[in-house]
């Protein structure tokens, strides 16, 4: 008996199936599309820039650089996505986190009277607590937008938006709106604006956190949970999966992300800067969404995200060599974008007729 | 009809259970023994979703009494249930959508890799693929991929996913809700099939939800039907038939003695 034999689906070559196979590896290709689409980006800048001055190793490097902070917010964001979820408030965290570190820091370093002379008697302690606060208060905020989504059932949309104007506020109570001063130069000198093989520190660190996040979706049951929750929550609390526990975490995840940011920007600007960041938000869900994560979620693959997080730095970067006025870029981002949000639908209309 | 044992296995007394005005159960009692096919039947909206789900974990009831083997359970989570050996198909089916056959098959239970790094959660894609096939071939189910989402596949066959995940895992209760319902005559002959194999090749209990009364006749060892969130009428289903199933469930007797809505 064979009860797969439902319309024409199982016969060998039926076009309908010939459709679904080729559109099945065309959703394979995408990913594909998208190196595809900054290869291109790459080669025409190369061109087009003096000397292709575009392609040097410098030029390589400040991109990358430009775009690690940003990197790791979307790797965190596109999680939160696929889950179904959305986290407006990682730019915010991200200065509050910064903010809360480098007080810790200047205060635990020395005292004020030696701070103020750029005398650190105690900097590897300072640095030390300095990074776990920050990295902590992102995880403490993180779990907050966490517990209020899954425990109220308020969309994330709301939540998140709320913890944004909060913590960004309680920041500027903490600093008095001004940027955190006196922070110890060795953060910056040693971390900041250091380099292992060539590559800065900040872009290692990217990459580290992107790797495991990548792991962490494709290859692990959490990502598996991640994916299934996206797609339907009913489906997975059907399953087993503990629903609420885990989009708690995955916000949690966002959160320390965030706070590890925190710390990458103070040591990249020698400073805790609380007008920054106002569009990482923004800009990361772009990232995601161009990399053909699906905001009705259970879709998305971590490649994409890091392609279209590269996209809006290279776009800025080489509209400046080439002498194109770099207003266009955001022209040529939300293009992008709208393109990769159609792409989104056509799919799943075709999901939904199949 | 198969001599089912005595034994009950499931005993649910006196469930309530409320959606703020509407009273989905209103005291059901039902009673599942080991080995039998148990059929429950109702108008729509007469809480026979509801029913099961109180079984397998998914709804917690307001009131009343639940019983395993005797001893009182309380499933907290649709976990408990599974842990307990029930495994439920949902008359909505509730598949991950854009995840694959294989993962579907074992969402919640996924095989990890061999070594330590099976203590991180990582998983063994080809291993759940292997071992979807298999359950699948055993169960006589064939599907044209196992490598597409779910949402790619047709309303007849994501039901057989459906099925075969319930049917592969469970290990004393197997719950089926309208399993039947987007299926071919062809299609439905094998589910009613499954349903048999699985009581008498693996000792298995089955709750058999049905709109269709010459499936139950077919089917299942005994009857139970519910009525506005009560039950009405439990019995062997070789002593009853159409009329009075028909009366049970609807509480009219027209003039000509024969039930209508
Ligand atoms: N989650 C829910 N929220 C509100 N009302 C519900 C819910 N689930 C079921 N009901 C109501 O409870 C009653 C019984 O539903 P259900 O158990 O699905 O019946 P059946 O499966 O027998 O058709 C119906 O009136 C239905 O509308
Ligand atoms: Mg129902």
């Not at chain 1, 109220?152 to 109570?173: D, E, M, N």
């Not at chain 2, 000509?256 to 809505?261: C, H, N, Q, T």
């Given at each position: 008996?064979?009860?797969?034999?439902?319309?024409?689906?199982?016969?060998?070559?039926?076009?309908?199936?010939?459709?679904?196979?080729?559109?099945?590896?065309?959703?394979?290709?995408?990913?594909?599309?998208?190196?595809?689409?900054?290869?291109?980006?790459?080669?025409?800048?190369?061109?087009?820039?003096?000397?292709?001055?575009?392609?040097?190793?410098?030029?390589?490097?400040?991109?990358?650089?430009?775009?690690?902070?940003?990197?790791?917010?979307?790797?965190?964001?596109?999680?939160?996505?696929?889950?179904?979820?959305?986290?407006?408030?990682i730019g915010s965290v991200v200065v509050f986190s910064s903010v809360v570190g480098a007080k810790?820091?200047?205060?635990?370093?020395?005292?004020?009277?030696?701070?103020?002379?750029?005398?650190?008697?105690?900097?590897?302690?300072?640095?030390?607590?300095?990074?776990?606060?920050?990295?902590?208060?992102?995880?403490?905020?993180?779990?907050?937008?966490?517990?209020?989504?899954?425990?109220?059932?308020?969309?994330?949309?709301?939540?998140?938006?709320?913890?944004?104007?909060?913590?960004?506020?309680?920041?500027?109570?903490?600093t008095g709106g001004l940027n955190v001063p006196n922070i110890p130069p060795a953060l910056q000198?040693?971390?900041?604006?250091?380099?292992?093989?060539?590559?800065?520190?900040?872009?290692?660190?990217?990459?580290?956190?992107?790797?495991?996040?990548?792991?962490?979706?494709?290859?692990?049951?959490?990502?598996?949970?991640?994916?299934?929750?996206?797609?339907?929550?009913?489906?997975?609390?059907?399953?087993?999966?503990?629903?609420?526990?885990?989009?708690?975490?995955?916000?949690?995840?966002?959160?320390?992300?965030?706070?590890?940011?925190?710390?990458?920007?103070?040591?990249?600007?020698?400073?805790?800067?609380?007008?920054?960041?106002?569009?990482?938000?923004?800009?990361?869900?772009?990232?995601?969404?161009?990399?053909?994560?699906?905001?009705?979620?259970?879709?998305?693959?971590?490649?994409?995200?890091?392609?279209?997080?590269?996209?809006?730095?290279?776009?800025?970067?080489?509209?400046?060599?080439?002498?194109?006025?770099?207003?266009?870029?955001?022209?040529?981002?939300?293009?992008?974008?709208?393109?990769?949000?159609?792409?989104?639908?056509?799919?799943?209309?075709?999901?939904?007729?199949? | 009809?198969?001599?089912?044992?005595?034994?009950?296995?499931?005993?649910?007394?006196?469930?309530?259970?409320?959606?703020?005005?509407?009273?989905?159960?209103?005291?059901?009692?039902?009673?599942?023994?080991?080995?039998?096919?148990?059929?429950?039947?109702?108008?729509?909206?007469?809480?026979?979703?509801?029913?099961?789900?109180?079984?397998?974990?998914?709804?917690?009831?307001?009131?009343?009494?639940?019983?395993?083997?005797?001893?009182?359970?309380?499933?907290?989570?649709?976990?408990?249930?599974?842990?307990?050996?029930?495994?439920?198909?949902?008359?909505?089916?509730?598949?991950?959508?854009?995840?694959?056959?294989?993962?579907?098959?074992?969402?919640?239970?996924?095989?990890?890799?061999?070594?330590?790094?099976?203590?991180?959660?990582?998983?063994?894609?080809?291993?759940?693929?292997?071992?979807?096939?298999?359950?699948?071939?055993?169960?006589?189910?064939?599907?044209?991929?196992?490598?597409?989402?779910?949402?790619?596949?047709?309303?007849?066959?994501?039901?057989?996913?459906?099925?075969?995940?319930?049917?592969?895992?469970?290990?004393?209760?197997?719950?089926?809700?309208?399993?039947?319902?987007?299926?071919?005559?062809?299609?439905?002959?094998?589910?009613?099939?499954?349903?048999?194999?699985?009581?008498?090749?693996?000792?298995?209990?089955?709750?058999?939800?049905?709109?269709?009364?010459?499936?139950?006749?077919?089917?299942?060892?005994?009857?139970?039907?519910?009525?506005?969130?009560?039950?009405?009428?439990?019995?062997?289903?070789?002593?009853?038939?159409?009329?009075?199933?028909?009366?049970?469930?609807?509480?009219?007797?027209?003039?000509?003695?024969?039930?209508?809505?």
């Amino acid at each position: 008996m064979n009860i797969g034999t439902h319309g024409s689906a199982s016969s060998e070559h039926s076009p309908a199936k010939q459709l679904r196979e080729l559109a099945a590896r065309f959703f394979k290709l995408e990913s594909a599309l998208l190196v595809a689409i900054l290869g291109a980006m790459i080669v025409i800048f190369t061109i087009l820039s003096p000397s292709g001055e575009f392609f040097s190793s410098g030029n390589i490097r400040s991109i990358a650089l430009d775009t690690s902070e940003i990197l790791v917010l979307s790797a965190g964001e596109m999680l939160i996505i696929v889950a179904a979820g959305l986290d407006l408030s990682i730019g915010s965290v991200v200065v509050f986190s910064s903010v809360v570190g480098a007080k810790t820091l200047v205060a635990l370093s020395g005292s004020p009277a030696q701070v103020a002379q750029f005398t650190y008697p105690h900097l590897a302690l300072g640095i030390t607590a300095g990074v776990a606060v920050a990295v902590l208060a992102g995880l403490g905020w993180g779990l907050v937008n966490g517990l209020l989504t899954a425990k109220w059932g308020v969309p994330p949309f709301i939540v998140t938006l709320g913890t944004l104007s909060v913590a960004v506020g309680l920041a500027q109570v903490i600093t008095g709106g001004l940027n955190v001063p006196n922070i110890p130069p060795a953060l910056q000198n040693s971390y900041g604006s250091g380099q292992l093989f060539g590559i800065p520190w900040l872009v290692w660190t990217a990459i580290i956190v992107v790797g495991i996040l990548w792991v962490l979706l494709e290859l692990t049951r959490y990502g598996l949970h991640t994916y299934a929750i996206g797609a339907s929550p009913e489906a997975a609390r059907r399953a087993g999966i503990n629903v609420r526990l885990h989009t708690i975490s995955l916000y949690g995840l966002m959160g320390l992300l965030a706070g590890i940011v925190g710390v990458m920007d103070v040591a990249r600007f020698d400073t805790a800067s609380i007008f920054a960041h106002t569009q990482d938000n923004l800009t990361a869900i772009t990232a995601a969404v161009i990399g053909g994560t699906s905001l009705f979620g259970g879709r998305g693959r971590m490649l994409g995200t890091v392609i279209g997080a590269f996209i809006p730095a290279t776009l800025r970067n080489g509209f400046v060599l080439i002498g194109v006025e770099p207003f266009w870029q955001n022209v040529a981002l939300g293009s992008v974008l709208i393109t990769a949000v159609y792409i989104d639908q056509m799919r799943r209309r075709r999901a939904r007729i199949a | 009809m198969n001599p089912t044992s005595d034994k009950v296995l499931l005993s649910a007394r006196g469930i309530v259970k409320n959606y703020g005005h509407v009273q989905a159960l209103g005291g059901a009692n039902f009673e599942l023994r080991e080995h039998e096919i148990h059929a429950l039947v109702g108008d729509n909206g007469a809480g026979k979703s509801t029913l099961i789900k109180v079984f397998s974990g998914d709804v917690q009831p307001d009131e009343g009494v639940l019983e395993i083997d005797g001893r009182p359970a309380r499933f907290a989570s649709p976990r408990d249930a599974q842990v307990a050996g029930i495994e439920t198909v949902y008359q909505d089916l509730a598949l991950a959508s854009t995840l694959d056959t294989a993962m579907n098959i074992h969402l919640g239970r996924e095989l990890l890799v061999r070594g330590p790094l099976a203590k991180l959660g990582f998983i063994n894609r080809r291993a759940m693929k292997r071992n979807a096939a298999e359950q699948l071939k055993e169960l006589g189910i064939e599907l044209p991929s196992f490598t597409i989402p779910v949402s790619d596949l047709s309303g007849g066959q994501r039901q057989a996913v459906a099925v075969a995940r319930a049917a592969a895992w469970g290990r004393r209760i197997l719950i089926m809700d309208e399993p039947v319902a987007a299926l071919a005559p062809q299609q439905t002959e094998f589910v009613l099939s499954l349903m048999r194999r699985a009581r008498d090749d693996r000792g298995l209990a089955v709750i058999f939800i049905s709109h269709n009364l010459p499936h139950v006749f077919l089917a299942s060892d005994r009857v139970t039907v519910l009525r506005h969130g009560q039950t009405v009428l439990t019995k062997p289903t070789a002593e009853t038939d159409v009329e009075e199933l028909l009366r049970a469930m609807t509480g009219i007797m027209n003039t000509e003695g024969r039930a209508s809505a």
